[in-house]
């Protein structure tokens, strides 16, 4: 295994995600800048973090697929919000719980941020995603 995930005692709990990830692989992928986009750059979910949340985390399966990592290879995960509220918390984990349902990704997340910006790429765009995975 080239990911170990661990939240050493003494660490704020409970959160969603791991503290902490070892990676002992020698390649890493890193996937940027996913948003709520399909494969021929329609606009998904204008409007709904939950729903761009799902995509973007969509999206990023899709590119660690391509390198030929799965979630499980992921030792980070960042997440840009628009316009950052904490009464943005619920919809926001939403999409994740229906995101790893879908997509597999191990529970607790990676370490995981999630940073409030202004804007991002276009003004509907509520969310982007970048994972860090390592690889044998």
């Known amino acids: 295994m080239t990911v170990q ?11 969603p995600y791991h503290h902490v990830s070892i990676g002992t692989g020698t390649r890493h992928v890193h ?7 399909d494969g021929e750059g329609n606009r998904i979910a ?24 799965t979630f499980s290879d992921v030792v980070r995960l960042r997440f ?15 999409g994740i719980e229906r995101a790893t349902e879908e997509l597999g990704i191990p529970r607790p997340l990676p370490p995981a941020s999630l940073i409030g910006v202004d804007y991002l790429f276009e003004p509907d765009v509520l969310v982007e995603v970048e994972a860090f995975a ?3």
């Open 5 to 15: 995930l661990l939240s050493p005692e003494g660490m704020f709990q409970p959160v």
């Open 31 to 37: 996937v940027a800048g996913q948003i709520a986009r």
């Open 46 to 69: 204008p409007g709904d973090l939950a729903g761009q949340v799902v995509q973007s985390l969509r999206n990023t399966a899709r590119g660690l697929a391509g390198a030929g990592a």
């Open 80 to 94: 840009f919000a628009t316009d950052w509220s904490p009464e943005k918390y619920d919809a926001f984990i939403a």
């Open 134 to 136: 390592v690889l044998d």
